[in-house]
Nanobody, 125 residues
């Protein structure tokens, strides 16, 4: 019913920035709260940030607070993750996800019904 496609990943030096995009098709993205997660090599997938359906409320994991910004443009069916002051430990596959139940999203993978395939972010030292 919903397809999510991430883009914008790549290789960046420590201290640099990247902007990830997640485009939704099948249904309008304003029907869902959206979240960003990441999976670093050899580690479990972790929560990064979430945003309410309207975009008026956001929440961040402590590890990225003050460096990353989640936003959305519902007219474009797109959610963004602006990543600043990147560190080598930010290296991971980044995923966007849609929560159809909670208008503010959740911290947990099980709360999200739809997932993108991920985009690789590599931060060099």
């Amino acid at each position: 019913q919903v397809q999510l496609v991430e883009s914008g990943g790549g290789l960046v030096q420590a201290g640099g920035s990247l902007r990830l995009s997640c485009v939704a098709t099948g249904r309008a993205v304003d029907n869902y709260a959206m979240g960003w997660f990441r999976r670093a090599p050899g580690k479990e997938r972790e929560f990064i940030a979430r945003i309410s359906r309207s975009g008026g409320w956001t929440y961040y994991a402590d590890s990225v607070k003050g460096r990353f910004i989640i936003s959305r443009d519902n007219a474009k069916n797109t959610v963004y993750l602006q990543m600043n002051s990147l560190k080598p430990e930010d290296t991971a596959v980044y995923y966007c996800a849609a929560d159809v139940r909670n208008p503010y999203g959740t911290h947990y993978e099980s709360g999200y019904e739809y997932w993108g395939q991920g985009t690789q972010v590599t931060v060099s030292s």
